[in-house]
Structure formats: structure tokens, C-alpha cells
Nanobody, 124 residues
Framework: VQLVESGGGSVQSGGSLRLSCAVSRSTNTNVYLAWFRQAPGKEREGVAAISTGGDHTDYADSVKGRFTISQARRTVYLQMNSLKPDDTAMYFC????????????????????WGQGTQVTVSS
């Protein structure tokens, strides 16, 4: 499984960005996807997760109502609206092998595959 993020950038407070993560996997491999972020000097934290079928989602309290995770074909998206300076971080796509009917953000160590990250910077 390979994950490649894109879509990061710099935006002013209140602005929007959409991150994409292209998922390369074999046809018979199921994965469970999530977005994480890590700001300088802070631990990596879960942002959003989506069930394998795409019909269930889970969000960190800090982004509920502002961020939306979705997936289409072999890409997972993170739509980020009403961005705040506290959202500034490197954002990572993560995957865990298996078919998961529900969505639940797990600890970073529970994910087997990671992308290289894409930087999001929100200025006040």
C-alpha cells in the first residue's frame, strides 16, 4: 500500500483547503483510512477517519463541523473549511489493512502505512 498526499498550502484564517491522498493497493487489499496531523513540538494527532465502505466517519472534536473526510475510488479527501492558525501542521494520510464497517480514529501506532505528508499553514 502506498499513500501520496497533495493539496497542502498556505491560507488565511477562515479559508479552505482540500487535501487528497492517492491510495495505491492491490485489488484484493482492503484498507481503512485516516488523516493525522503533527505540528512542530507536538504529538501526532488523529483528525478524521472513514470506514472502508465510506459510509461512516469519525472526527477529532477540534475539527468537527469544519472538516469533512470522504473517499472516491482510490483517493481519500479531507475538505477543511473555516481554517484556524491552530490547524497549522503537517498532514498525513494513514492506512490500516482490513475491512472496517465503522469508523474510529485510532492511535498512530495502529496504522501500518503512511504518506510523506503535506504542509498546511494558516495565518491569522
Amino acid at each position: 500500500v502506498q499513500l501520496v498526499e497533495s493539496g497542502g498550502g498556505s491560507v488565511q484564517s477562515g479559508g479552505s483547503l482540500r487535501l487528497s491522498c492517492a491510495v495505491s493497493r492491490s485489488t484484493n487489499t482492503n484498507v481503512y483510512l485516516a488523516w493525522f496531523r503533527q505540528a512542530p513540538g507536538k504529538e501526532r494527532e488523529g483528525v478524521a477517519a472513514i470506514s472502508t465502505g465510506g459510509d461512516h466517519t469519525d472526527y477529532a472534536d477540534s475539527v468537527k463541523g469544519r472538516f469533512t473526510i470522504s473517499q472516491a475510488r482510490r483517493t481519500v479527501y479531507l475538505q477543511m473549511n473555516s481554517l484556524k492558525p491552530d490547524d497549522t501542521a503537517m498532514y498525513f494520510c494513514a492506512a490500516r489493512g482490513g475491512y472496517y464497517y465503522t469508523a474510529l480514529l485510532r492511535a498512530p501506532e495502529d496504522y501500518e502505512y503512511w504518506g510523506q505528508g503535506t504542509q498546511v499553514t494558516v495565518s491569522s
